[in-house]
């Protein structure tokens, strides 16, 4: 009688060096952002835990928790909210769970009690996953008016002249995309490497472009941005050229954040090694951070302030948005226009709320919207280095 064969399938040698180089794969995977959330105290002493997600003031909320289920609870259930986050962003990296992450944008709408029209500011990234896109054609579609952003569109119309179209128009409008509408708002690219960042890396994590997925040729669409002469002196008064970068406080903080986010993507794709994360999910993470420092100059919640931006970007935005507060109130002298939406830059968004709210604008919702998801599979270190067979 023959003793039993050992089954070597069940253990694998591993050399103490690479035990040893494992172990530390481990710590820096350790290491690396865990997943945060929101956390909703119910007043039967329930607590849901997530990423709130939608909020209509002293109204219902929905959270959306580390599973993807999604509730909505009336405030009157609610016995307390505690945010992971600040207040007030337009752009956030939401870290739903370890292995799933949302960069989301804002759509915040604003009411004047005095008038009861509504002003929506939607958050705009230049590069989305293309559902995203679809959402927000379809929601801007809906206002009555759409003030979007585009340096050297021809914004000179006084909208308090023009017709708004009726409902019948509007739908033969939006039953078809014009051939050669025209190209998309965009902030100057020379200015900011980043912004030649994001075409490179549109392209590489199979994102897709705003100026391929929106139509802008609707009558009720009008330009509310600078001329490139007007940008031109925005730059002059700034004193900051197109090549040059002052070394501000906030260029520092800037910078420093940049370097942060690049050492924990490489920590990331170390940890790789032990977390089976694949790459794009590395570059996809890594590159919302970066855009949320680009449109905020803060963290990857996205809860800093205009005043925390250099030179250069405050110009760009205080200066644009001198612009688009001109065009507001001119459409917001239109008797048809109930529903205006603004469309431009999350960057832009917390200093145009701040005017709006000078307006007697308040709050009534705020709806964050994914952008792009950021979701893999763990991979067990067995099956990443073959000892699993």
Do not use: C
């Amino acid at each position: 009688m023959h003793a039993p064969r050992p089954d070597h399938r069940a253990t694998a040698f591993v050399p103490p060096s690479v035990g040893r180089a494992l172990a530390v794969l481990a710590l820096l995977a350790a290491a690396l952002p865990a997943a945060s959330a929101d956390t909703v105290q119910l007043e039967d002493g329930r607590q849901l835990r997530g990423k709130i997600v939608l909020e209509e003031i002293g109204g219902p909320i929905r959270i959306v928790d580390a599973d993807g289920a999604a509730h909505t609870v009336a405030r009157s259930r609610i016995r307390a909210i505690v945010r992971d986050e600040p207040e007030g962003g337009y752009i956030r990296l939401a870290r739903y769970s370890e292995h799933w992450a949302r960069l989301e944008v804002a759509s915040v709408t604003l009411v004047q009690p005095s008038t009861g029209k509504q002003v929506t500011l939607a958050g705009a990234v230049h590069i989305a996953d293309p559902a995203y896109y679809r959402s927000l054609q379809r929601r801007l579609d809906e206002h009555d008016l759409v003030l979007f952003e585009g340096v050297g569109a021809d914004s000179s119309e006084d909208l308090r002249t023009i017709r708004l179209p009726d409902a019948a128009q509007r739908a033969r409008e939006l039953r078809r995309r014009p051939p050669g509408f025209p190209p998309p708002p965009s902030d100057p690219g020379p200015l900011d490497p980043l912004t030649t960042l994001q075409t490179l890396m549109g392209r590489a994590l199979d994102l897709t472009f705003q100026k391929d997925a929106l139509t802008y040729e609707r009558s009720w669409w009008k330009p509310a941005d600078v001329s490139v002469e007007e940008l031109k002196a925005l730059l002059a008064e700034s004193g900051v050229g197109p090549l040059e970068l002052l070394r501000t406080r906030a260029d520092r903080e800037a910078e420093q954040q940049f370097e942060r986010t690049m050492a924990r993507a490489l920590q990331d794709l170390a940890a790789s090694l032990v977390t089976g994360k694949p790459l794009q999910a590395i570059l996809k993470e890594s590159f919302g951070e970066l855009l949320v420092l680009q449109m905020t100059g803060a963290d990857a919640h996205g809860a800093g302030a205009v005043q925390k931006l250099g030179p250069l970007q405050l110009a760009l935005i205080v200066g644009r948005n001198d612009r688009v507060e001109q065009k507001l109130d001119e459409a917001l002298a239109l008797e048809d226009a109930r529903r205006i939406a603004i469309f431009y830059g999350a960057g832009h968004m917390p200093d145009l709320e701040a005017r709006l709210a000078r307006k007697g604008f308040r709050r009534a919702s705020v709806e964050w919207l994914p952008a792009w998801e950021i979701r893999w599979e763990p991979r067990s270190i067995w099956e990443r280095i073959g000892g699993g067979r």
